[in-house]
């Protein structure tokens, strides 16, 4: 006899309401079923009512923790539009943000895996360090979290000569705290004993699943935009792929701590090798009717922005596929033949965002017609 186990929409393992129904037959889940949409805030429709300029700073909110990376992508996405090519000097002011927003988000991700395993010491530890990451990207831009830095062509801020020290000094900090976050988590019993061998995502079924970021690279998926199809300043900048093989939840963490390593490399050689010039080029925002793809490698993976043009100031159609999107697929083969008790480390260890990844489209089951659906549209729909 089987039972269903309902977590969410409310739950307190999830941060952000989605539902999942899980079977399970005693303590072993045999089955999930995944409903998402719950977190709909109608960005898409709201993006297509607004000028490409207003539009970078609600792409910024598709995402608290990746509002960098948004925002970068969306603004490389009209400049491909517009034919524009952004200053050297601001494609590594670009890099040194995404970065530095990369090893924020990991670190979020380890204190909040940290206390779903009942580690809160380290989930405090964790979180102390994002201070260090939070404080330098304030230098820079001004704000902890949104930084507002992007503008289409380039940066509204420069890097200044005399904030350099202190930024390598912050990140001297925080590579002396990952490389012992990194030796943790090879060596802790807790860590080994509720991650090893826990929420197994085998290659075969990262790639059948599509699988994107540090959920594909753990399960020795050898892939990241930064290399693959290089932007801005990432041909120009050396550093590693980090791949584990064993596919499970500690190979997921070990590929994000790693990988901090390796982002701290980045920033410190972009700030060594920073061009001088401009930080912004000017951009007629009048577009011809166009469209294009752009790509790049969020914190979670593969972030995709697709534009169109009509040739006024706003955008015809903006359309977005998250990485969370994306690692949805591979869930499913992840749970199973876990039990209950391994729910939250599984789930938390996609580090999913369900906010930038619900989506909603209605199709007219008559004409086969879609259409994305605002906020207030979905609220009057439910009523």
Known sequence: MTFVVPVGPQHPMLKEPEFFRFEVKGEEIVGVDIRLGYAHR???EALSRRSYKHNVYLCERICGICNVVHSTTYCQTVEQLAGVEPPERAKYIRAILMELERIHSHLLWLGVAAHQIGFNTLFMLAWRDREYVMDLRELISGGRVHSAMNTIGGVRRDVRSEHVPTMLRGLDKLEQSARYYTDLWGSDRTILARCTNVGVLSKDDAIKF???????RAS???????KDDPYGAYGALSFNVITEQEGDVWAKGMVRLREILESIKIVRQALKELPSGPVRTPVELKIPPNETVERTEAPRGELIYYIRSNGTDTPERVRVRTPTYGNFASMKSMFAGGTVAEIPIVMWSIDPCFGCNDRITLVDSHTGKARVVSFDELRRWKK
């Not at 599509?210 to 594909?216: H, K, Q, R, S």
């Open 42 to 44: 109608g960005i898409e």
């Open 220 to 226: 020795d998926v050898k892939v990241d935009i930064r």
């Open 210 to 216: 599509c699988a994107v970021g540090p959920l594909a």
